[in-house]
T-cell receptor, first 113, second 114 residues
Framework: DGGITQSPKYLFRKEGQNVTLSCEQN?????MYWYRQDPGQGLRLIYY???????QKGDIAEGYSVSREKKESFPLTVTSAQKNPTAFYLC????????????FGPGTRLTVT | AQKVTQAQTEISVVEKEDVTLDCVYE???????LFWYKQPPSGELVFLIR??????QNEISGRYSWNFQKSTSSFNFTITASQVVDSAVYFC???????????FGKGITLSVRP
């Protein structure tokens, strides 16, 4: 089955630790995206990548880093510099055109204490 | 700059009622695309519909219908004869022609009571 997988579903970390969220897609999509969702805030774009080995900052990139070494993978690292990392993180992919719908993964709920 | 406003935050209806979810957008581009997504309690967003700025035809898909009006910069979504399974958060989103970035509204939480 084609789709996007994110693991794990729930993640717990201590403050001050970096943590990497996984996102894999087998849809052969060129573009991938990371969003953060907080209650009442909608989805805010963290980083996106239109092609392999290239990515751009979204609206709230501070405290996050990404890599895009393979077409199917777009991991997100939440660094200790992110002041409020507890949130629901969603990964998405698309064929990369403005009119293309994005396909979303099931999300990872990160809790940092 | 692009902006999507979903002024309604929470709506509660009784099953079989009709409900309209409002979406107002702002963009300077003449070519743009509007989307609606549904987020059920499981968390994964599901694509519902896309509309481009040159196509103002209303669309109906089963119990769902969409009303796109450029004159008021609105792209409203109506669910007819709502069902409990329609309970979810609904997002309206906008992308411009220059790239595939989506700007989302804050979402509307719809609760359908039996």
């Amino acid at each position: 089955d084609g789709g996007i997988t994110q693991s794990p579903k729930y993640l717990f970390r201590k403050e001050g630790q970096n943590v990497t969220l996984s996102c894999e897609q087998n849809l052969n999509h060129d573009a991938m995206y990371w969003y953060r969702q907080d209650p009442g805030q909608g989805l805010r774009l963290i980083y996106y990548s239109q092609i392999v080995n290239d990515f751009q900052k979204g609206d709230i990139a501070e405290g996050y880093s990404v890599s895009r070494e393979k077409k199917e993978s777009f991991p997100l690292t939440v660094t200790s510099a992110q002041k409020n990392p507890t949130a629901f993180y969603l990964c998405a992919s698309s064929i990369g055109l403005p009119q293309a719908e994005q396909y979303f993964g099931p999300g990872t709920r990160l809790t940092v204490t | 700059a692009q902006k999507v406003t979903q002024a309604q935050t929470e709506i509660s209806v009784v099953e079989k009622e009709d409900v309209t979810l409002d979406c107002v957008y702002e963009t300077r581009d003449t070519t743009y695309y509007l989307f609606w997504y549904k987020q059920p309690p499981s968390g994964e967003l599901v694509f519902l519909i896309r509309r481009n700025s040159f196509d103002e035809q209303n669309e109906i898909s089963g119990r769902y219908s969409w009303n796109f009006q450029k004159s008021t910069s609105s792209f409203n979504f109506t669910i007819t004869a709502s069902q409990v399974v329609d309970s979810a958060v609904y997002f309206c989103a906008l992308s411009a022609r220059v790239n595939s970035k989506l700007t989302f509204g804050k979402g509307i939480t719809l609760s359908v009571r039996p």
